[in-house]
Each structure stands twice: as C-alpha cells, then as structure tokens.
C-alpha cells in the first residue's frame, strides 16, 4: 500500500541512502535535512525502507547521537509528524510483524531517544513477550548487556527475565545503578537483587562461582574490586534503605557492618581508651545482638586485648560452646570465684556525684548550673511548665539533641532525648519515656518550638538534628516542619576560621587561639571562645538506656548551655572575632544562596575553598595553603579512620596511593594504560574518592559529587601530597594503621603462618637447599615454648584475619588462586622471625622489620599517637 503522491512513487532506498551519506561526509546538515524529508516522501514503503536504509548506516550500534543513523532516524520521526497515514496499521498483518522484527534487531544502541524512538515507530511493546526476551537473549550473546537492561526495561519486560541472568554482568561490569534500574518498581526483584549482593558477603563466596555461571565475562582487576565485602556491604544497606527492604533478609552484610563496628569498639576502648567501660559494653551488645560468631570473635579479641579474666567472663554471659572457645578460656572459668563469674558495671547512676572533679573542672567547661536547675521532661504536665518558659517571645534558647549510635546497622537514628537551655535552666524532654514521644502535646510542642520567630534557637551542625527528627516524627514529613529563628553556630564558627586564614596572612601565627588543638566542630569552638572545650566522653553513649548517668545527663546539659555561653561572649564583642554586628545575618545569609552562588562569590574573592570538586592545592602562599588548601580540615570535620576513606589514584599518582594505601587507606590505583576516565567509573560504581592532577581534573569533577574528585599539585613528592589528602579529610591513622592493607593488592584480608610452617612450605617447594641454615632454623624453632603464639602485630585490628585451613595444603594457593610469595622469602629471615604474614588476595609475604620505623617517622605529624601506645616495629615488606 501507497503511502504517497503518484508521482513520488518508487525511489529507491539505496539511492536515498548514499545521498544522505554524502551530504553527511560534507556534512552539510542544512541540505541533508531538505534532501531527507523529500525523500521520504518519494519511497513506496517508508516503514520498510527507513529499517533498510538505517541497516547500512556505518556506526548504528555505537549508541551515540552523532552518528548518521541516528540523524535519520530523528529526520524521519520529523517527516512523519506531517505524514500521520505512515503508521503501522496501514500494512497487513504480516507485513507488520515482519517489519516489527526487522526493528527490533536494529535496537542494539543505547541513545535513549533512538531506542524510544524504533519503540514508538514500529509499536514494539505490542510484539509476542516471547519475541520480545529473544532479542533480550541475543544482545546479552553479543555481550550487550547494558542495552540489553535498557531495553527490557523500555519494553517492561523485567518480569518475563530472569533477575540474576541479567544483573550479575551489569554488576561485574561497574553498572550496578543499571541493575538497579532493571528492578526498581518490582518488589519481588528488588529483594532479589538485594539478597544476591547479600550472598556475595558471605566470608565464603567465591568469585569463582560467578565464573562458572557466566564463562563469557572477564574478570579484571577493576571487576574483582568491585565484589569485596567493604563495597558490597556498603551497597546492601544503602539498597536496603532505597527499596525498604528487612534485615533479616541480609543476614551477611548485617554480619559485616556488625564485625566492623566490634572491632571499632575494641579500638575505642583498648587502642586509643577514649571510651568508657559502660559505654563499651552497652555498645558491645547492642552490637553483637545474638549473633554467636560475632560474640566468639569478641571473646578471641578480648583474649589478645585483656586478658583471660574478661574474655572467660563475656564467653559465659554468652554461653559460648566449650569447643568453640580460644585456648585457656576453659580453664580461667573454672577458676574465677563466683563474685567475678559475671561482669559487674558500677552503677554510676546512682553514686556519681554531680560536680566532677577539680582536675575535671580545670580542663573542661562547667555549666554554671547546679542539678536541681535540670529538670526531665517526660510527662504533659512537665512538658506544659517547659513550654511557658521556652516559648517566652525575646527569649533565647540552646538546643541539641541525643540518639543511640547504631554503627551504620540502621541508616537514620531516631532522636532519644532533646535538650533546651536556657539561662538559668536546662530542660530534659525524654522521648524514651512511655507514649511522651508520640503524645499530641509533645509533637505539637515541638512544632510550635522550632517555627516561632520570635524566640532565637541556637545550635551547631543542625542538619543531622532534622534528619533525625525526621525520622522521629514522620508526621513532619507529611506536613513539614518550618524551621524559623534558628541560629546554627556551626556557620559563624566556620566564619571565625576562614578569618584566621586572613589573619595568619597579616598577623604572626601566634595570635590564631587553639590552632593545634586535637579538639574538634562544637568543642573547638567552646575552646575558642570560652577558653576550655567541652568533655566529649559520654557523647557515644547508649542515650536510649534509664536510667541516665550523671556523666550522661551532665554532658548532655553541658552540650546545650555552651550555645548560650558562646553566642553571649561572640554578640558582646563581634569585632574581636572578626563578624559582623548581626550575628543572626551570617546563618540567614549563607544558608539563603543557591550553590551556584555561593561559587560566583567565592569566584569574585579570587580564592577557592576546598570543598567541592575544589582544588586541593591552589596557587597559593605558603602561609595560606596550611587552612586554605587542604593543609587542616574544616574544623567541624569530624575525624574519620583510615579505613573509612576509599580513593581512586589516577595513574599520575601511584606513588601518593602508596603511600595513603601503607597508612590504611582503601586504595586502588589506575594501572599506567588506563585512561584517567576509568578513575570516574570507579569512584561512581565505588562510592571512591578521585584524586587526580592537571586536565583530567576538570573531566572527572563532573563525574562524581561535590567533594568527591581534589586535584593535587603534581610537582609535589608523593610524601606530601599524602599529609595534604589525610589533612583535608581529617584522617588520623594510628600506628596501629600502619601496614593494615597489602601494599601489593590493597587487599585487607591477612593469614599468619608460624615460622614452623614456613620452613616446611619452603621445604616442600625446594627454597631450602642448604641444610646447615635450614637445620639451624629448627633449633631456634625449639628455643620458642610451645604453649605460647606470636602475638599478632598491631594492626590486627584493622584487617580480616583467615584461618590457615583456607590455604590448599598441596598447591600452597589461597581460593582465589593466589599462590604464596615463598620466593621473596629469604632463608637467613628464618632464625629471628617467629611469625610471617601473607595477604589471601596476592600471596605476597610479610614480616616483622624496621620499615614499620620509617613510615612511623616520616608520617609523624599526621599519626594519631596515644600515650600508652610505643612505637615497636611492626612488618616489613620485602
């Protein structure tokens, strides 16, 4: 059937086609649209002729909008605007199903709008579901699998495919957001793909698998270090809050993130003891919860960190099996007299006195209040004499808020007790009280309180107050709460310091207050401007537990009634500080301008902040670089351990990757060939930061996030540029950091292999051809009691330890089929070093050495040292 004039009737396709393809050479894009639209006026079957002609287009399958096929194709949706007759109901039926198929082969480009567009045309979601997941098949041989999800998803065929057949190559290719494409909106497939990630946690997963199931994928360096159990853990929880899935459908990753947070608890309280024992213990079995594998790991930590006493006693509050007990545990229960059989906390609650000690006082700062001037808010009656002192007009009001650390294990923690001062008394609203949280008078209270203008609310950094208000009370997010008259002094303070790097330029350094002092955000401030900073060792408390310490409660009074000391010295003598007359206009003015404003200002003043996809080194003066450029960080960063930062070194800066990498640093590096653009498909696909120089910087900031891509001054040595990045990011590795990932493979998982065994892997394998070193070094083994084991070094706290059995007896290979490194061991080692360390990951051999002394010297000023902690050597690498 004719779509067309008579007399333009039977132009040929190829004729048509070859036109276009020469105007397109010419590119004359002006002529090739005329020449198009009156072509397709001439063809006989435009439908059939449009899939002929875009068939032999050159580069139709590169999936960009450049290309000529794309070019005609948009052309032709144009001309068939004026041509509304041209549809596919005006062919037979089997003349449409046949040009159907012809243009679903064709959809293999990943253009958005030619994709939509072929779709449109040519009806292709009314095709048989069995066609449809043919083609589906097709582009996953051809190994398309990213046009292979979109199209699927374009065509709603999710539920006719099989999750995993479609998701594992999306994943292992760096395209999770597009796996989570393909399942978003389908409940059942959300968990799925949850769940599979979830199993990929699992201590024994082994990539292998995945291998075997799809032979036909590669995988690279850069695949394998997007499976490991940091990443995916990571992705777990945050998919599990996008699709509001259980827990208990991810018991692995929950077993990770639980893990992690034990062996930060064990840091806090036995590495760097900024914790105290009811605090510790409060958040130990929060933690654990009645996971029997983490509270045997805790008893095989307590053993290497305590002691026998402690560890026998947590092993029978658990109950742990006797056969699953560490060596000697047994034996302490036996014999710990009945009054030490259980743990006994002191019940600070109830004998603590309310004024702390002198030594206390003069180091820390005190509310000028006495307990009485403290009042708990827990009752509607309460609330009522609360309400008429606070919501006074003219009145001025501290506030801040508790809630329970919950370690990542729940992503948004609900606020567990809320603290207003004023300044001759402080309220306690306790939203752990019975049915006082969610009674009518308190929601409305608290609705009333942070909208009324006329009363001036001071905080600090209430951004993470909201969102656990938020999460509180989700009937603000129905009807949202206004915030007016509020204060956030965390603006003025970091006014306060960006006019210390003024000063520092005009004035000598001694005049800037607290600059080297170890405290932080609220604290520094109160130090600055008060003279003492506040005493922050209740601050990771269990707030959901009554009743309150003293320490609690005193802390928590402190935290509020400091906003009311610090606005007062800061409005009674702005200038000194250098801010304005109007406090209340520094917050008005900075949180009222758009993002884009705030850099066309910071633009005019011809300087730039590091923040942002900000450079971390400017041209700037010496003087200026140590707070402007990365030298310290914002003062109300808070600190964050090695571990926690994971970056991306684009192959400019090896060298800075390893030296990040040797402080603990989660480091991949590109490879000398890559090009730069891989370092953003790793930061998207990792949650990585980008650290880059010279032009890729400009490429890659776009990539990723504010504050996820710093451009370094490649003329500066390695060395510095990792004092610079751990500064900028306020990352304070510990000497127990030092060595806690492979310097090869940047893997953190280790397994320790005895000298004994060494020797006779070294045996097996042939290393040990001289007789009298090897004889010597089984006389030195003999020296070493038997009864005792190497300790571990001091990193063992940071990285996974595998038992031995995971090591192939015959083969010598790790599961990942990594052999061990027994030619870098040398033979003369033997005799002095009684423990090796070999990373699962490479099978590269560690040990005991004087490198650890080098890094500890040159990292100095950068490494968070405790009194109690020395400086013993801990491995070196061969």
């Known amino acids: 059937m004719s779509h067309t004039t008579p007399e333009a009737v039977g132009l040929d396709p190829a004729v048509l086609r070859d036109k276009l393809f020469e105007l397109w050479n010419r590119k004359d894009l002006q002529t090739l649209h005329w020449v198009a639209l009156q072509g397709f006026s001439k063809l006989s079957e435009p439908l059939e002729a449009l899939l002929t002609i875009l068939e032999s287009c050159p580069g139709k399958q590169k999936g960009r909008s450049h290309t000529l096929g794309h070019h005609i194709l948009m052309e032709f949706q144009t001309w068939m605007k004026e041509h509304p007759q041209v549809t596919l109901s005006s062919l037979s039926e089997q003349q449409a199903m046949a040009v159907q198929q012809q243009a679903l082969s064709l959809l293999t480009d990943t253009q958005p709008s030619f994709v939509d567009t072929l779709i449109n045309i040519y009806q292709l979601s009314s095709l048989d579901p069995a066609i449809l997941r043919l083609q589906i098949v097709r582009l996953q041989a051809l190994n398309c699998y990213k046009e292979a999800a979109v199209l699927s998803i374009k065509l709603q065929l999710q539920k006719e495919l099989n999750m995993e057949e479609m998701c594992v190559p999306l994943i292992m290719q760096n395209k999770l957001p597009m796996a989570e494409a393909f399942v978003t909106g389908h409940n059942h497939l959300e968990q799925q793909l949850v769940a599979l990630l979830d199993s990929w946690c699992h201590p024994n ?48 990753a929950l077993h990770k993130r639980r893990l992690d947070s034990l062996r930060f608890l064990m840091y806090k309280r ?40 402690k560890a026998s006693q947590w092993s029978l509050r658990y109950s742990i099996p006797r056969n699953r007990l560490p060596y000697g545990v047994w034996e302490t229960q036996q014999s710990l007299p009945p009054d030490l059989q259980q743990i006994h906390l002191s019940d600070s609650a109830q004998t603590e006195e309310w004024m702390p000690s002198q030594s206390h006082c003069q180091k820390y700062y005190q509310v000028p209040l006495t307990k009485d001037k403290v009042h708990f808010v827990d009752t509607p009656e309460a609330l009522q004499r609360c309400r008429n002192i606070v919501l006074k007009e003219g009145g001025i009001v501290g506030v801040d808020m508790e809630w329970q650390p919950t370690f990542g294990c729940i992503s948004t923690q609900q606020v ?15 939203l752990c009280a019975n049915g006082f949280c969610q009674h009518p008078d308190t929601i409305s209270f608290i609705r009333s309180f942070f909208s009324g203008r006329n009363v001036l609310k001071l905080g600090y950094g209430m951004s993470g107050d909201l969102k656990c208000l938020l999460a509180t009370w989700q009937q603000f997010l129905e009807e949202p709460l206004k915030m007016e008259g509020v204060l956030d002094l965390l603006n003025i303070h970091q006014k306060i310091q960006r ?14 207050v607290g600059e080297d002092s170890a405290e932080k955000g609220l604290s520094l401030l109160v130090q600055q401007v008060l003279g003492r900073p506040l005493d922050k060792t209740e601050q990771m408390s269990n707030w959901e537990k009554r009743p309150l310490r003293i320490s609690q409660i005193r802390y928590a009074v402190a935290d509020a009634y ?4 610090v606005y007062s010295v800061l409005s009674s003598n702005p200038a000194y500080f250098g801010l304005p007359a109007d406090l209340c206009s520094i917050s008005s003015c900075q949180s009222g301008k758009s993002g884009e404003k705030k850099q066309k200002e910071k633009r005019a003043h011809g300087k730039e902040e590091c923040q942002g996809a900000q450079r971390v080194s400017p041209p700037c003066s010496d003087t200026e670089k140590g707070l402007l450029c990365g030298e310290k960080p914002s003062e109300d960063t808070p600190p964050l351990p090695p571990q926690q930062l994971r970056v991306v070194c684009d192959n400019m800066l090896q060298g800075l990757g390893r030296y990040l990498r040797c402080l603990g640093v989660d480091v991949v590096m590109l490879e000398n060939t890559d090009d730069h653009r891989v ?20 490429t890659l900031r776009s990539q990723v996030g504010e504050g996820r891509c710093l451009s370094l001054d490649c003329s500066e040595k390695a060395r ?26 940047n893997s953190d998982q280790y397994v320790a292999i005895p000298r004994e065994d060494m020797v006779k892997m070294l045996n097996e394998k042939g290393f040990l051809q001289d007789q009298d070193n090897t004889g010597h070094t089984q006389q030195q083994d003999a020296e070493i009691t038997p009864s005792v084991t190497p300790d571990l070094p001091r990193y063992a706290l940071q990285c996974q330890w595998a038992p031995l059995s995971r090591l192939d007896p015959d083969t010598l290979t790790f599961p990942g089929g990594a052999p061990i490194q027994l030619h870098t061991v040398p033979p003369g080692l033997l005799p002095r070093i009684p423990l090796f360390y070999v990373c699962t990951r490479c099978g590269k051999v560690f040990w005991e050495g004087s490198h650890f002394d080098r890094v500890l010297s040159m990292f100095q000023e950068v490494l968070h040292i405790s009194d109690t902690e020395s400086a013993a050597a801990a491995i070196t690498v061969d």
């Open 270 to 309: 036995f590495v760097e003891k900024s914790m105290t024992e009811e605090n510790w213990s409060d958040h130990v079995q929060y933690v654990l919860a009645d996971d029997l594998e983490l509270q045997i790991q805790l008893v095989e930590m307590l053993v290497k960190y305590c002691g026998l006493q």
């Open 720 to 745: 510095d540029q990792a004092v610079r990045v751990l500064r900028h990011f306020n990352v304070q590795p510990t000497p127990s950091d030092i060595f806690s990932r492979c310097q090869a493979c």
């Open 499 to 512: 006019g210390k790097v003024k000063r520092i330029q005009n004035g000598p350094k001694e005049v800037l």
């Open 205 to 252: 997963f082994s990539v292998e698998e995945i291998s075997k199931r799809f032979p036909r994928l590669s995988l690279s360096k850069q695949c394998m270090g997007q499976i490991q159990p940091k990443m995916l853990t990571k992705q777990v929880f945050r998919l599990m809050e996008k699709f509001n899935i259980d827990q208990g459908l991810c018991p692995n």
């Open 679 to 698: 370092a953003g498909k790793l930061a998207q696909a990792e949650g990585r930061v980008i650290l880059t120089c010279g032009q890729p910087f400009q």
């Open 562 to 565: 400091c906003l009311l000391d």
């Open 416 to 430: 567990a007790l809320i603290q207003l001062a004023v300044f001759d008394q402080v309220f306690l609203l306790d």
